[in-house]
Nanobody, 115 residues
Framework: QGQLVESGGGSVQAGGSLRLSCAASGFTFRASSMYWLRQIPGKALEWVSSITPDSISRYYSNSVKGRFTISRDNAKNTLDLQLDDLKIEDTATYYC????????RGQGTQVTVSS
């Protein structure tokens, strides 16, 4: 199934930036589309962004398009998410996932945006 470990979360003021990273192991990362999801307590997992194995195609939810950038390094088995122009409503736990529904995901990293 694989293992995913996120890092890079933290607290930032609105308008600020963070970079999240995910280290993958135990599966063929270079052959897998990868996903970032997020969750606010009490709410369902929300898809944020996706990237194909070759990085050619990248997709974003409407709520983050133009502000977040997904990238990957297949040589290092890492997945990143650059978060710019953060808004209070971006506050959530962010998960790196192997599946769009989050069946295989990491433990999450908290992002808190304040005014």
């Amino acid at each position: 199934q694989g293992q995913l470990v996120e890092s890079g979360g933290g607290s930032v003021q609105a308008g600020g930036s963070l970079r999240l990273s995910c280290a993958a192991s135990g599966f063929t990362f270079r052959a897998s589309s990868m996903y970032w999801l997020r969750q606010i307590p009490g709410k369902a997992l929300e898809w944020v962004s996706s990237i194909t194995p070759d990085s050619i195609s990248r997709y974003y939810s409407n709520s983050v398009k133009g502000r977040f950038t997904i990238s990957r390094d297949n040589a290092k088995n890492t997945l990143d998410l650059q978060l710019d122009d953060l808004k209070i409503e971006d506050t959530a736990t962010y998960y790196c996932a192997k599946d769009v529904d989050g069946t295989v995901r990491g433990q999450g990293t908290q992002v808190t945006v304040s005014s």
